[in-house]
């Protein structure tokens, strides 16, 4: 198999070190205090598109009283990568988070009655940083896997697919990943898409065929840009994502969807923060019980991606 690494990777951040994240905390006044009062509650800022059914959103004392007594005080620290529209990117501000993974979090630390603290952080450095506890919580459109469930755990909260983005007109004539052979493809690295396009290069090569020659890219947003360049015939990606990026019609580009790729999506949390997955999962599983969670995927045009009720590790 035929694999450049077209960008640095940053790798495991396993001491707990910045590595080059960024801070967009909601509530950057909160200071990092051990008291034993409730942290304020995040508000959600007005370029949020689901701002108006988050602020709405009540605390439940009977959840915050369940967290642990940190993060009562301090608030959650979520880590996300942004630069994945729509699932997050950043606001025109330059530092506000926006995007469905923003929104769901600030709506569970309402729903928590905590703050809330959002860092960006590059992909691979994630998990990681969930291990050490430099973070909480991880929501960054991350596939549920079994590989990952040695590591984390997760609170299941949505349910997508993956799709292609190729050129406007699909020159090429793609239609399913069989297609892909011999051609060139671009993927975020160390994620669920890499992992089809290596299967997908696996299976071209046991048909006699060509294999993919694969680009592997830090952010999704890199990985997306080489179809509009012209240097791959096709980015693998979250259906969500290609579907958002050829919505402009400055890329160029249009969306496929792969069939029977659908796959539930976690929050992912340290194994040991028992209580915290837990009370996570009950957060959840209200505001899907109330429609709140319904209404804020409705905002970001995301209904497809609903589930019926919170799953712990897909049960």
């Given at each position: 198999m035929k694999i450049r690494i077209v960008i640095p990777l940053l790798l495991a951040c396993l001491a707990g070190t910045a590595c080059g994240a960024q801070s967009l905390s909601a509530d950057p006044a909160a200071p990092a205090s051990k008291s034993a009062q409730p942290a304020a509650q995040v508000q959600a800022p007005a370029e949020d598109k689901?701002?108006?059914?988050?602020?709405?959103?009540?605390?439940?004392?009977?959840l915050n009283a369940r967290l642990p007594a940190d993060i009562r005080a301090e608030g959650l620290k979520m880590t996300t990568s942004l630069g994945y529209p729509p699932m997050n990117m950043i606001g025109s501000d330059g530092t506000t988070a926006i995007g469905l993974d923003p929104s769901l979090g600030r709506a569970l630390a309402r729903k928590l009655g905590v703050s809330l603290h959002i860092t960006d952080e590059e992909f691979n450095s994630q998990i990681p940083g969930i291990i050490t506890g430099r973070y909480d919580i991880l929501?960054?459109?991350?596939?549920?896997?079994?590989?990952?469930?040695?590591?984390?755990?997760?609170?299941?909260?949505?349910?997508?697919?993956?799709?292609?983005?190729?050129?406007?007109?699909?020159?090429?004539?793609?239609?399913?990943p069989a297609d892909l052979c011999g051609r060139t493809v671009s993927v975020v690295d160390?994620?669920?898409?890499?992992?089809?396009?290596?299967?997908?290069?696996?299976d071209c090569e046991k048909n006699g065929e060509k294999g993919l020659d694969i680009l592997k890219f830090a952010g999704d947003q890199e990985a997306l840009l080489q179809v509009s360049n012209?240097?791959?015939?096709?980015?693998?990606?979250?259906?969500?994502?290609?579907?958002?990026?050829?919505?402009?019609?400055?890329?160029?580009?249009?969306?496929?969807?792969?069939?029977?790729?659908?796959?539930?999506?976690g929050i992912a949390l340290h194994p040991d923060n028992k209580e915290l997955i837990e009370a996570v999962r009950d957060a959840l599983d209200a505001l899907i019980q109330s429609g709140e969670y319904g209404k804020i995927l409705a905002a970001w045009d995301l209904e497809q991606l609903a589930i019926e009720s919170a799953l712990v590790n897909g049960e």
């Open positions: 689901a701002a108006a059914v988050i602020n709405a959103i009540a605390a439940d004392p009977a929501m960054s459109s991350v596939s549920d896997t079994a590989e990952r469930r040695t590591n984390v755990t997760f609170v299941d909260y949505v349910k997508a697919g993956a799709g292609m983005l190729v050129q406007k007109g699909n020159p090429e004539g793609i239609k399913t160390n994620g669920s898409s890499l992992a089809l396009a290596e299967q997908t290069h696996a012209g240097r791959a015939q096709a980015n693998i990606t979250d259906y969500v994502a290609a579907a958002y990026k050829a919505g402009d019609p400055k890329t160029g580009a249009e969306a496929l969807s792969i069939a029977g790729t659908e796959a539930l999506w």
